[in-house]
C-alpha cells in the first residue's frame, strides 16, 4: 500500500532550527495534500501547516513567520522547516497525506511520527 517516513526530529535549544521531511512511497497515483500535524503530552493532536497538490498552504497561527512547508511533488515528499523554535513547540510531529491509491481509491495516511524537543 503506502508508507510515510518521517525523518528530521531531535532536540535543540530555543532558537534553533530543525527540518522534516516525509517521504511518501508505494502504489501511489497522486497526492493531493500533505501536510504535519502534532501532539505533545495530555493535548490533542493538532494542524501545524498543510498544503496542498495545487501549492496552496495553511498554518496554524502559533508557527506563522517560524515555519514553512514545502513540497517535492517529483519525490512525494514534503518538507517542514522549522525556525525560531520554542519550548511550546515540543510534541511528536507526524506526517498525513491524502493519497489516491493506483486502484483509484483515495485514503488518509499517517507517518509513525518524530519527536521535537525545544530547551529553554
Known amino acids: 500500500q503506502v508508507q510515510l517516513a518521517e525523518s528530521g526530529g531531535g532536540s535543540v535549544q530555543a532558537g534553533g532550527s530543525l527540518r522534516l521531511s516525509c517521504a511518501a512511497s508505494?502504489?501511489?497515483?497522486?497526492?493531493?495534500?500533505m501536510g504535519w500535524y502534532r501532539q505533545a503530552p495530555g493535548k490533542q493532536r493538532e494542524l501545524v501547516a498543510a498544503t496542498t497538490n495545487g501549492g496552496s498552504t495553511n498554518y496554524a497561527d502559533s508557527v506563522k513567520g517560524r515555519f514553512t512547508i514545502s513540497r517535492d511533488n517529483a519525490k512525494n515528499t514534503v518538507y517542514l522547516q522549522m525556525n525560531s523554535l520554542k519550548p511550546e513547540d515540543t510534541a511528536v510531529y507526524y506526517c498525513?497525506?491524502?493519497?489516491?491509491?493506483?486502484?483509484?481509491?483515495?485514503?488518509?495516511?499517517w507517518g509513525q511520527g518524530t519527536q521535537v524537543t525545544v530547551s529553554p
Open positions: 508505494g502504489s501511489i497515483f497522486s497526492i493531493n495534500a
Open positions: 498525513n497525506a491524502v493519497i489516491r491509491l493506483t486502484t483509484r481509491a483515495t485514503s488518509d495516511y
